[in-house]
């Protein structure tokens, strides 16, 4: 979690919305159970055509492709894996969040990674992550985390996702962190796995766990949604490439009136035209 | 859409957290089209089975159940039908949002039917949802909408429905509104269809969209997001029943801290007690 965009100006003792919607919300709760059913029936079909010899297709983008022209690096017969995001993808850091909400607090990199040095009994597992995560071992399918949490902090996040009932994650093989100096983009790491398995799954919160292609520089909100919802990316989402809700911080939580709105979407009100046109003490005549 | 709940102090011209996630990011339309194409697969399959003369099961809870035990009416041979709401399940309100954004304004009743009546041209279809309705309606399965936009503004509705792709929808028959007077649950109304079709997904934003039993009276957040997560509701996430994002209103943006966070959840910053404990002038000495 690097310096992620926040909504502005938070006031101690209440609650922003996006963290009323992620953490205490039953709809997000069923969006996140709803994903993972979607993973796990993606994973049970992946490892069932290659136990019947099917070729089954990688869903890391090979080096060469834009967003524009993905291709997908070729699986042969490496062992099946899934990777996933850790922080609101598989664990919702309640106890960061609580502390921000009460003391009004916005983020600050010092603390979060004091909150990753002794925060592993404060998190929640993500609704449906455990048993999607489950039926992928018992499938054979490892379970690789890349994360930018810290890799200095290694112990205590494989203690986090470990009591968070998340299983074993070992620092440098399945749990591949953020070193120190190295860059938050994850693609190198993602090219790591697929030299030794088949990713038949990417799973995460941001836009960034799933292809740096999106951290473009200069990239606008518009230009980042249009992508991710353009012909060639579009057919992933829930079909090797799986999104986990997260209104709180990150990369969607950008974007002024212009760059949210489209220009040919904008609507004036009549009633407030009608209000401004008439001359005061009119109104409603 | 009955007075819902919203973030607090609006400020003109910017643009919520919520908002900016909603309707600006690629992130919200990957999450959308996944919920589309699992509800996809879902109606294919149920065309499928119902095809081969495999059972198909209802997914309206019916009369008698609750949140702890529900069961379902049964289909017998009824033709099958998909039930969807429409702000935020199928159309992006980007003229009525851009509006209060612009203006700093909160949810307002009459400001929101003068939108009903007039922005048909200024939404846009929910990323995924033109395709998986289109292939609903290929695969023969009705597509009803369920909404509380008032019936007052039906033909306005169908066109605004209309306008975005998402086909012809007859006021009584396939547009089933809010009337003069009725009360917001929608229990009643899908009761009324469940009488005539085989229901076989519900597709919504807000639990209220599933069954009433989520908006009971004196019910917690707590207690709501338990129930979405519950033994019994939350396998039907993603299989029958289909949760479209939004964290800019609704029941989904509710609760203070205590509410929001368990309390066993909570964390102590040791930065934060390091530093309230501290004499002044001997930080971090």
Chains 1, 2 share one sequence.
Not at 14 to 41: F, I, K, W
Request: hydrophobic share 45%; net charge negative.
């Amino acid at each position: 979690m690097t310096a992620p965009a926040r909504p502005s100006s938070p006031v101690a003792g209440t609650v922003p919305a996006g963290m009323q919607y992620l953490y205490g919300s039953g709809e997000a709760a069923a969006l996140s159970s709803q994903a993972y059913r979607a993973l796990a029936q993606h994973v049970r079909a992946s490892a069932d055509y290659r136990q019947a010899g099917i070729e089954v297709a990688s869903v890391v983008l090979a080096p060469g492709s834009s967003l524009a022209s993905p291709h997908f690096v070729e699986c042969g017969a490496k062992p099946l894996a899934i990777v996933l995001d850790i922080d609101e993808t598989v664990l919702l850091n309640l106890g960061y969040e609580a502390d921000e909400a009460a003391r009004g607090l916005s983020y600050d990199d010092a603390r979060w990674r004091r909150w990753e040095a002794t925060g592993a009994g404060k998190v929640d597992p993500v609704p449906g992550a455990v048993e999607a995560i489950n039926a992928a071992r018992k499938a054979g399918v490892a379970v690789v985390y890349i994360s930018n949490r810290t890799a200095a902090n290694a112990p205590a996040t494989a203690r986090a996702l470990e009591g968070a009932g998340l299983g074993k994650a070992i620092p440098g093989e399945t749990l591949l962190l953020k070193e120190e100096g190295a860059g938050s983009g994850k693609d190198m790491r993602r090219a790591q796995v697929a030299e030794t398995h088949c990713v038949v799954a990417l799973v995460g919160d941001q836009l960034g766990d799933f292809s740096d292609l999106f951290s473009a520089a200069g990239m606008t909100p518009a230009a980042r949604r249009a992508a991710a919802d353009g012909i060639q990316i579009e057919p992933l989402w829930g079909a090797g490439w799986f999104m986990l809700p997260n209104p709180v911080y990150g990369s969607g939580l950008k974007g002024g009136i212009g760059e949210v709105f489209p220009a040919n979407r904008r609507w004036t009100d009549p009633g407030a035209a009608a209000a401004a046109d008439a001359p005061a003490g009119t109104l409603k005549e």
